[in-house]
């Protein structure tokens, strides 16, 4: 008789560890979801911001591009400049 006692007692105790783990998976579900979505929406909208910023940025400095100069017409002379190569015979 001990031992349909004893059998009984560990089955109600694994009903209730089960019950007790069920419950607390119902309730950390839905706050894992929302903080996920939460996380989403956050990295997202820093994306977002970051790739704004990054497209202003080119804007103005393909701006700043194209308003530098890097060769004047003061540079270019005109003149044309030979140059004299002598081969090496080597035989």
Known sequence: MDFDFRKLLYTIIAFAIL????????????????????????????????????????????????DTHFFDDDDFSGEIIDVEYEQSDED
């Open 19 to 66: 019950i007790l783990i069920g419950k607390i998976f119902i309730v950390l579900v839905p706050l894992f979801v929302i903080l996920g979505v939460t996380i989403y929406i956050v990295v997202t909208v820093k994306r977002l911001i970051r790739e704004k910023k990054d497209k202003k940025s080119d804007v103005s400095s393909m701006e700043s591009y194209d």
